[in-house]
């Protein structure tokens, strides 16, 4: 299913690598933690502090469906604390022939100058501070681009320090509010799952042979619609548009390239095979090191896979844009999570006794495709 704005869906195994907008990619650790003993862990963390609250809208019509939803989101709500409630409307029903789920964000558009200011403002982690401070100071920034009427809808990159996508910056309506820039009150995003496949709605006990991971799945969208996407794939998928016309987005500021900061560049913001890596300090550390990069680079002209993802099959994490095949736990990786820290979420680490503390992420991959709450010319296609 494809929303008017832009959103994001997943394929059903990384052996179905879909070439369509949204899929997700295996993701590294498989530990699974008892659900009771995560309960537990969660609520000692909440119980001192504010905590995030996703809620949603109506009923799938599916009362295990509903459960699963609920299953992500409580893995999610401890994680941070910020004092935000995120709305999602849910469904599940009938997709296209290999889909398992899709996702539309609503976004909104703020300043350059806002954003960095929230930025600085909403610092408790070290990532948070490293990143504040990696950020170009003044009122624009500048990026490394391609593929726009001013350069003739070529690939070669060029740096474009002028116009209206040096001076703003667009975020989800739940990365916005992470950021206190936006009291915004409606559905933050809608999220559909396919009914034509077999699915394990209670991955806390590992997923059944044969079904899929609806808890990891949702995790995965539900992460979409709080920040983690790239206005690459807007980029990746318009002809012709004026390079005014596009917007980066919160996280495409840890997107950068050998090519981007040798050009002096602030961020890659190109559609191309280069590899692309997740920096916090403005593409001085690499994060992602390797050959390949750490982000995908796009379905038309890049890796064939979405901007919006992890680097597919180096498994950084839940945010790769393949899942894992059927009957396999997804797990959150602390990059996905130190991602979402970055651009505005406060991290709440839960202490991990022994060797199952990463498996506190019972998580499994996503479909997703975002949709924004201001349509502007990227906001209207689809992310996987």
Known sequence: MRLPAASTCIGQSPSLHESGPRTRRPVARRIVLASAFVAVLSGLAASSRAALIIGFTGS????????????????????????????????????????????????????????????????????????SAGLPGGSSFSMYTNRTAE?????????????????????????????????????????????????????????????????????????????????????????????DNLRAHSLDFTRHSTASVGAGADIDFTGDSRAKYFSLDGGTTNLTPGVNGGFSAGVNFGDGRQASHWKDNLGLGIMDPTALPAGQVNVVSDLDLQALDAIGWDLVPIPEPGTAAVGLALIGLGLIRRRRGVQDADDSLPHC
């Open 60 to 131: 799938t019509g599916d009362v295990n469906a509903d459960a699963g939803f609920q299953r992500a989101a409580n893995y999610l709500q401890p994680r941070f604390s910020d004092n935000v409630s995120v709305t999602i409307n849910r469904g599940f029903a009938a997709l296209s022939p290999g889909v398992l789920g899709s996702a539309g964000s609503f976004t909104q558009t703020f300043t350059y100058t806002e954003f960095r200011t929230a930025v600085a403002r909403d610092i408790t982690t070290a990532s948070d501070s490293v990143f």
């Open 151 to 243: 350069n003739g809808n070529t690939a070669t990159p060029y740096v474009d320090t002028t116009g209206e996508n040096t001076t703003n910056v667009r975020l989800t309506t739940a990365n916005a509010k992470a950021l206190s820039l936006s009291t915004y009150s409606g559905t933050d995003a809608n999220i559909t799952f396919s009914n034509l496949f077999t699915w394990d709605f209670d991955n806390s006990d590992g997923v059944t042979a044969g079904a899929q991971d609806f808890v990891g799945v949702a995790i995965h969208e539900l992460m979409h619609a709080l920040g983690f996407t790239s206005g690459v794939d807007a980029l990746d998928t318009t002809t012709g548009a004026t390079d």
